[in-house]
């Protein structure tokens, strides 16, 4: 089973960038095993996907999100990463990072970012 | 955008049978899956591919399928299993993720 941890900055300006990275131990990221996904949560509220990427590289973004998102992979040091740019309070939410298989989603335990400045 | 209905709410007294509906038109072409979430908790799936059940998770939970609407079912609900339950699929192309809003169990 893999664990997923996720880190980044808990507070971010309004218009600047959120980055954020997943830590996978328990597999290799490059197996092949899985899809890495970027799920969010605003307080109170339900669950946006965000995005994926396998290890080829290829990516799948939320279409209403894909302009401002970028998701990477960094084999060598078992991680994925978010970028997302333009931040607004509306992106205040838990991110969590998530293994996608055939049988459901594996999550980190979530990381709060807060857009304030 | 596509979106996946659930009631926003449903309740019952332990030991009932709870069902909780999940529709969207994909429906009928994706899987679905259902992902239990308590306070401060990440989701866990409790449902794969509509009816599947993952190991360590209990007999009382199932998943049916028909149509354009999946449920949920926790049979002999027990006061531990007040959470709230997200459905998940694909949209029609099989892509992009989605999500219910969410359906909160009450335990009466």
């Known amino acids: 089973q893999v664990q997923l941890q996720e880190s980044g900055p808990g507070l971010v300006k309004p218009s600047q960038t959120l980055s954020l990275t997943c830590t996978v131990s328990?597999?290799?990221?490059?197996?092949?095993?899985?899809?890495w996904s970027w799920i969010r949560q605003p307080a109170g509220k339900g669950l946006e996907w965000i995005g994926r990427?396998?290890?080829?590289?290829?990516?799948n973004y939320k279409p209403s999100l894909k302009s401002r998102v970028t998701i990477s992979v960094d084999t060598s040091k078992n991680q994925f990463s978010l970028i997302l740019t333009s931040v607004t309070a509306a992106d205040t939410a838990v991110y969590y990072c998530?293994?996608?298989?055939?049988?459901?989603?594996?999550w980190g335990q979530g990381t709060l970012v807060t857009v304030s400045s | 955008s596509y979106e996946l209905t659930q009631p926003p709410s449903v309740s019952v007294s332990p030991g009932q049978t709870a069902m909780i509906t999940c529709s969207a038109h994909?429906?009928?072409?994706?899987?679905a899956y259902w992902y239990q979430q308590k306070p401060g908790q990440a989701p866990v799936v409790v449902i794969y591919?509509?009816?599947e059940r993952p190991s360590g998770i209990p007999e009382r939970f199932s998943g049916s399928s028909s149509g354009t609407t999946v449920t949920l079912t926790i049979s002999g609900v027990q006061a531990e299993d007040e959470a709230d339950y997200y459905c998940?699929?694909?949209?029609?192309?099989?892509?992009?993720?989605?999500f219910g809003g969410g359906t909160m169990l009450t335990v009466l």
């Open positions: 994909a429906l009928a072409t994706q899987y």
């Open positions: 990427i396998y290890v080829s590289g290829s990516t």
């Open positions: 998530a293994s996608e298989t055939v049988t459901g989603a594996g």
């Open positions: 328990g597999d290799s990221i490059s197996s092949g095993n899985y899809y």
């Open positions: 998940q699929s694909a949209d029609s192309s099989g892509i992009s993720m989605v």
């Open positions: 591919k509509d009816t």
